[in-house]
């Protein structure tokens, strides 16, 4: 992305005063500012929304002290971690998961921390995360409390299953990330059997056969990049949630689809990405479908 198409793109980060939210916003700096300009946003609920009920029009009246107080609260946080963007932090009114998704709308990406929102159940982070990844028709990324320090040069690991939605997401890896970057996708595969189905092949032949998928897979979609990272090939076998991690356990980032057929149809890649995102321990970016795909299948 060149210096000026990134003035009209936008990062949007998630941002609740908590620790795990400066975390989230450093990162968003350090790594994802080349793709469009940082821009924090804060959610805060009033009346009887906050209390779990539909936003009352007599209890609303825009946000009153609430907004005032929200407003007050993120110029503080920014002007602590990052005074560059007091200016340019945005409150909305609505639960945290909808006010972020609405907010990210045509954003490049959208970034949350996996610890804060306070200890109320509707805004703890997990269903924040959990609603964004779900929710979202942008690329989510949910940063870990901590975050290891980086590689000299960027090492990211990418689950490609085949799908439409892993190729969506070793594309976007692909056109988003520096071209310096270090690209490793990933193909699980099994030789398990499956009550009902035929008599698997043998690990060697569900192996060649991994390689040849992911192989034929990766050259199609970077038939249609140019200028992007490196790509290495490996396919391993394992239940996909626990060969993605170790494969990304010295990355520094990890990027999967949000959803996908597996390694086996039963795990459709709701339950992968979700598993995989819900208690990251690097960086982990979640890739939907492109809209125009989605209105296709």
């Known amino acids: 992305m060149t210096e000026s198409s990134r003035e009209h793109h936008t990062v949007i980060v998630g941002v609740d005063g908590s620790a795990g939210s400066a975390v989230a916003l450093q990162w968003a700096l350090d ?9 924090p946003v804060m959610a805060f609920t009033s009346g ?12 609303d009246a825009g946000g009153g002290p609430y907004r005032s107080e929200a407003e007050l609260h993120l110029r503080m946080f920014l002007q602590e971690h990052a005074p560059s ?19 990210a709308a045509g954003s490049e990406l959208l970034v949350v921390g996996t610890r804060g929102w306070g200890s109320r159940v509707d805004l703890s982070i997990g ?7 779900r929710h979202a028709r942008v690329p989510v990324a949910l940063i870990p409390a901590a975050v290891p320090p980086i590689h000299e040069q960027l090492d990211v690991v990418v689950g490609f299953d085949g799908s439409a939605h892993s190729r969506a997401a070793l594309r976007w890896t692909l056109t988003h990330l520096r071209p310096s970057a270090t690209v490793t996708a990933v193909r699980v595969f099994t030789s398990d059997s499956v009550v009902g189905e035929p008599l698997p092949p043998s690990p060697e032949t569900a192996e060649t056969r991994a390689r040849e998928e992911l192989e034929q897979g990766v050259i199609d979609v ?8 490196a790509v290495e090939l490996l396919a391993v076998s394992g239940d996909p ?24 149809d039963r795990l459709l890649v709701g339950s992968v990405a979700t598993a995989l995102a819900h208690h990251p321990s ?16």
């Open 222 to 229: 970077l038939s249609g990049v140019h200028g992007h990272p």
């Open 48 to 59: 009887l929304y906050a209390l779990g009920y539909g936003a009352i029009e007599q209890f």
């Open 85 to 103: 963007l007091a200016d340019v932090g945005l409150v909305v009114e609505d639960r945290a998961g909808a006010g972020l998704v609405e907010s």
């Open 241 to 264: 949630r626990a060969a993605l991690r170790s494969a990304s356990s010295d990355a520094d980032m990890l990027v999967i689809g949000s959803r996908g057929h597996g390694v086996l």
């Open 31 to 39: 790594h994802a500012d080349r793709l469009g300009v940082v821009r």
């Open 282 to 297: 690097l960086p982990t970016i979640v890739v939907p479908l492109p809209d125009d795909t989605v209105r296709r299948t």
């Open 127 to 133: 269903s924040v995360g959990a609603y964004c990844i």
